[in-house]
């Protein structure tokens, strides 16, 4: 940027020079020479249409009509910088004694275009005629010089990154420098509009003159857009461009930042500065564009983390690096109520509001947290450890500890974001208290006990809803001693009566286990064990995970007596809705079962009979086999094979017979 400013003030010294001689030359020619000096110096063609007027009271100086810079030949943007007009006024006294004191320089409606192209160039970088660039030892641009007053009246600035796709755009500028000496600070202040918001600036460098050879200098800021506010407190060096120092951002309004950022708003949750966002460090600005924070402290809607950060630039996107340590984190929807439904759903359906997480594809991300606890609006963990990762919008959350409803949680949940929403993991609880779990996620508190879980599971679609309709996988569930409560199972099959739901039932249990697998929502299982002191069950069925609904089978039997023996099996069948599921015992499978069992016991009865019938028939044949042939079936021989070796023993003795008759001449 230093070469912008030299460039500027070069010119401006070339028209004062002219400006001196403007009884010996007429103005037409002085702008030619001006603008052809220029144009050797930069390489870029400098146009200055209508009069150049030079003035003499009260101080020396020059007025031109409307001026136009070109743009470099790549950009396709028009000219880099244009002007309605352009005042210069200079110290006489000073120049004469070989000082550079510009009292003032005032351009009226200013449009500035910077840009690097998808290759890198840089359209501030000027080369002059022979190849060269503007320097510290180009004639009269290193020279000493001063600005009491430096004004742009109703500018407009535009910043185009083709590489990064980015466009920073300011209206309605109105800005102020002030150099009082070349060895001294420099200030600025401006405002201006960005995206329909307010913007304004308040900066400092230390020695102008240092900051001009790239040197490093003590520099002050203060920036605000819209509701936001930055501040920074350090130094920085201009060539390249490097910082470090106190850095506080106040961001409560960060569409505001946002926009004059180039970027789009980002859509954050509560929790992570919806509503308000601080940030607090030391910041450190390297070479490359790298930024790195340290001793940081981040409020976000109430949550404080602090650590270190680096944010560092890439190809596609720059990528946080982070090792943070919360106090307790709140998440969620601000203002939701427990145990309310949904905007979008009510007690008996899934959020269907569509989930947004264009931010994940902002950029990448590593970093390690440890809180004391997380509240995620309906699930409140404890103790927490993990490691989120990042990669081209796709989320992994590593859970290495988790603290939940007195047991732990651990494994891997995702987050795709790439071209929709997926969610899946792997994930395994260990001694979870079941009731206050299921009354979180699923408003059901029924169910009393202590309970292992391991879960595989993915589901597809861009709201609560839509993921759960579409969730498939597997898992294996244990529980130990617990409770039932709003049903009495036993009560159930001793009265043959369904009616034992609601307040005060209770059935008691000692162990629950079983697998499931997961398809298109649906949740189902074949191999459920349930024990109690008095009631044995197994189960099978469906739970419509989308659907929050039930329809599912218990195969009970009742003890008689405390041995065990004995008892009634009569089937339980559960349907209806989570919030109000229904009852009925399978009186009508008893009686069907009945019929089976007997139709069973009478096709083994007959299949009994037609066995001995066939034993008694074999025995028979057996007997006569002895008696017309004299022939004993051999062990493991068929009656077939038996009667088929005796005909050949009776033939083979017949044939020897007639042949012995013939021999004898008999």
Known sequence: MRWIIRVGLGLAVLALLAAGMLALVPSDRVAAAAAARFESLTGRKLEITGAVRPTIWPNLGVKTGPVTIANAPWSKEGPMLTAEALTVEINLSALIGGEVRILGIEAVKPALILERSA?????????????????????????????????????????????????????????????????????LTGTATSGGQAVALKATAGIYSALTEGRVVPFQANLTAGGSTLTFDGRIAAQPFV??????????????????????????????????????????????????????????????????????????????????????????????????????????????????????????????????????????????????????????????????????????????????????????????????????????????????????????GNSVDAIMHSLKGQGVVEMGQGELRGLDIGGMLRTLDASYVGEGQTTVFDGVAGTFGIAEGVLTNTDLRFVSPYVTATGAGEVGIGARTLDYRLRPTALAEADGTGGVMVPLLITGTWAAPKFRLDLESIAREKMEAEARALAERASEAAKAAEAEAKAALEEKLREELGVEPAPGESLEDTARRGAEDALADETRRILEGILNND
């Open 119 to 187: 290759e890198g160039e840089e359209n501030w970088v000027f080369g002059g005629t022979a190849g060269g660039t503007v320097s510290a030892e180009t004639p009269g641009v290193g020279q000493p010089y001063s600005l009491d007053r430096g004004l742009i009246r109703d500018g407009s600035f535009l910043f185009i990154d083709h590489a990064a796709g980015r466009r920073i755009a300011l209206d309605a500028v109105q800005a102020e420098v002030a150099i009082p000496e070349f060895a001294g600070p420099v200030t």
């Open 243 to 460: 910082a470090e120092g106190a850095l506080v951002a106040d961001l409560p309004d960060t569409a505001a930042v946002a926009a004059l950022a180039g970027m789009a708003k980002p859509s954050l949750p509560h929790g992570l500065g919806a509503e308000a966002l601080r940030i607090a460090g030391q910041l450190t600005v390297a070479e490359d564009g790298a930024l790195f924070l340290r001793e940081a402290t981040i409020t976000a809607d109430g949550n404080t983390l602090t650590g270190d950060a680096d944010l560092a630039p890439g190809e596609a996107r720059p990528k946080l690096s982070a090792q943070l340590k919360a106090g307790p984190l709140v998440f969620g929807q601000a203002g939701t109520s427990e145990g309310s439904g949904d905007a979008a759903g009510g007690p008996d359906s899934w959020p269907k509001e569509e989930i947004d997480v264009s931010g994940l594809g902002t950029l990448d991300v590593a970093v390690a947290l440890v809180a004391p606890s997380v509240d995620l609006g309906r699930v409140k963990v404890g103790p927490t450890g993990l490691r989120l990762t990042v990669d081209r919008a796709r989320a992994v959350f590593d859970i290495r500890e988790m603290a939940a409803y007195g047991g732990q949680v651990t494994g891997e949940f995702v987050m795709n974001g790439r071209g929709g929403l997926s969610v899946g993991g792997k994930l395994t609880f260990a001694g979870l208290a079941m009731q206050p779990l299921l009354a979180d996620l699923a408003r059901y508190d029924r169910l009393i006990g202590t309970g292992d879980l391991e879960l595989q599971f993915l589901g597809v």
